[in-house]
C-alpha cells in the first residue's frame, strides 16, 4: 500500500508549525541558532560541504538554521518555490532587482513608491548604467509605452505608500512578459494574508518584514521570494556575496511573527474599516482613501486581487499641514511614528517625513497634499481609537475652519 497524500494545510495552520526544524532536543517553539559559524566532524567533511557535496551549514552570511526555518515558513505562506530573508526591507528590494539587472537594461517602476524604492531606481540604478522609467502605475498605457528593447524588470507595489492606489498585477505582469521582462512586486502594504502576486502572475515577491511580518515593531528584515530558477541563477551568489544577511536573532523574532501573522493583519484591518467610515464622516476630514471602502479610485481591482482592505488608512483633513499637526498633535493613543504595521496605532504626515525628499511637484504629482495624514492601525480596543481620533479631529475643526 502506497502511504496517503498528505493533506495539505490552510496557511494559518503552516504559519504556526510551517518549516520548522526541530534540533536533538524537540524543543516546542523553534529554537535560536545564534552562531556565526559551524563546526565540521573532519577536514574531509568541510572540503565536501564547500563543494556543496555535504548538506549542512557553513557560516552565517550564507545560511543558519533559524534563518532556514523563517524563509521556508515565508515560501510556504506565498506559494513560491523559495524564499531568502534578509537585514532590512530594503536589503530585500536591493538583491531582487540588482542581482537580475546589469548594466545597459532597463527597468519600469510606478512612481508611488516607498522613499527608498524610488532612491534605488532613480538614482543608485543610473549609476550603473541601468536606465529606468518612472510610470503612473495605475496607466495601463504608460507601462506598454514605457518598454524598450533592453527593458527586464517591471517594479510596483500595491497598495501604495501613502496613497494606498492600487494597481491591476495581472495585467501589468502580461505586459512584463509580453517582452521577456519579470515583475517584482513590493507587497508589504497588502501583507500576504490579503494578496499574493504570485498567483496575479508576478515573478518576484519583496518584503519587508519590518512592518507586519514583525507586528509588534521590535526588529528589522526582509524577505525575497522567488522561484528556485531565479534564487540559482542571481539571488543567492548575490546574497552570499555581498552580504545583507538577516541576524539570525531578527530572523527568530520574525518566525515568530509569522504565528500571529493573519490573526494581527484581520483584526488591525476590520478596525482600519471601522476607523476609515469614522473619518469620512467628520467635517474636518476632506478626503479618505481606504482599498476597503466602495469610494476607493480602484474598486474593481481590489475587488478582485485583495482579500482585505489593509491596515492603512490614508485621509486629509482640511487646513493643509497646520491641519494636520494639529491633528496629529491632538492624538493621546495613536503615536506620531513613519513606521507602519505595528501593534500600536501610529500616524505620519508623509509631506514632511517620509516623502520630503521630494519636490512639492513631485508630491502634488503622487497627489500627497500638505493635509494628508497616513495611519497604521493597531490593535488596541477599536472604541478607545474612534474616540482618540474624533477627539482629536473635533479640536481641530475650529482651528481649520479659520485658516480656510
Ligand atoms: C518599510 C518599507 C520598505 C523598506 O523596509 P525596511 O525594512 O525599512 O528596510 C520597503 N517598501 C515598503 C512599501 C515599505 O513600507
Request: glycine share 8%.
Amino acid at each position: 500500500m502506497t502511504s496517503p497524500t498528505p493533506r495539505r494545510r490552510r496557511p494559518a495552520t503552516e504559519l504556526v508549525h510551517g518549516g520548522t526544524l526541530r534540533s536533538q532536543f524537540n524543543e516546542t517553539s523553534e529554537a535560536l541558532f545564534l552562531t556565526q559559524g559551524f563546526v565540521y566532524g573532519s577536514a574531509e567533511e568541510a572540503e565536501a560541504r564547500f563543494l556543496n557535496l555535504s548538506p549542512g551549514y557553513q557560516y552565517s552570511r550564507f545560511s543558519n538554521p533559524t534563518v532556514t526555518m523563517f524563509e521556508e515558513r515565508m515560501a510556504i505562506l506565498e506559494g513560491s518555490e523559495v524564499a531568502r530573508a534578509t537585514a532590512t526591507g530594503m536589503a530585500a528590494v536591493t538583491a531582487a532587482l540588482l542581482s537580475q539587472l546589469s548594466a545597459g537594461d532597463h527597468v519600469v517602476a510606478a512612481k508611488a513608491l516607498f522613499g527608498s524604492c524610488r532612491y534605488i531606481v532613480e538614482d543608485l540604478a543610473p549609476r550603473f548604467g541601468i536606465a529606468a522609467t518612472l510610470v503612473d502605475g495605475a496607466d495601463l498605457d504608460q507601462w506598454r509605452d514605457a518598454v524598450r528593447p533592453n527593458t527586464r524588470a517591471f517594479f510596483l507595489e500595491s497598495p501604495t505608500n501613502p496613497t494606498l492606489e492600487v494597481y491591476d498585477i495581472a495585467a501589468i505582469a502580461d505586459i512584463a512578459h509580453e517582452v521577456g521582462a519579470r515583475l517584482v512586486v513590493d507587497n508589504v502594504f497588502a501583507t500576504p494574508i490579503f494578496q499574493s502576486p504570485l498567483e496575479l502572475g508576478a515573478d518576484v515577491v519583496v518584503y519587508s518584514a519590518t512592518k507586519h511580518i514583525d507586528g509588534q515593531g521590535r526588529c528589522l528584515g526582509g524577505v525575497v521570494c522567488c522561484s528556485k530558477a531565479f534564487l540559482d541563477k542571481h539571488l543567492q551568489v548575490f546574497i552570499r556575496q555581498t552580504g545583507p544577511s538577516i541576524s539570525p536573532f531578527n530572523a527568530w523574532v520574525l518566525l515568530k511573527g509569522l504565528e500571529t501573522l493573519p490573526v494581527r493583519v484581520e483584526r488591525q484591518s476590520a478596525t482600519a474599516a471601522r476607523l476609515a467610515d469614522v473619518l469620512a464622516a467628520h467635517p474636518a476630514v476632506t478626503r479618505v482613501i481606504y482599498p476597503g471602502r466602495a469610494d476607493h479610485p480602484q474598486a474593481a481591482t481590489v475587488a478582485r486581487q485583495m482579500k482585505g482592505g489593509s491596515s492603512l488608512i490614508c485621509f486629509e483633513v482640511a487646513g493643509g499641514k497646520a491641519g494636520a499637526f494639529a491633528v496629529e498633535n491632538g492624538l493621546e493613543i495613536i503615536r506620531i511614528s513613519n513606521n507602519l504595521g505595528d501593534a500600536k496605532s501610529l500616524v505620519t504626515h508623509p509631506a514632511t517625513t517620509t516623502h520630503q525628499r521630494l519636490t512639492p511637484e513631485a508630491r502634488a504629482e503622487l497627489g500627497i497634499s500638505d493635509g494628508m495624514i497616513r495611519l497604521s492601525v493597531g490593535l488596541e480596543d477599536p472604541d478607545d481609537l474612534v474616540e482618540d481620533l474624533a477627539a482629536a479631529l473635533d479640536r481641530v475643526r475650529p482651528a481649520a475652519a479659520a485658516a480656510e
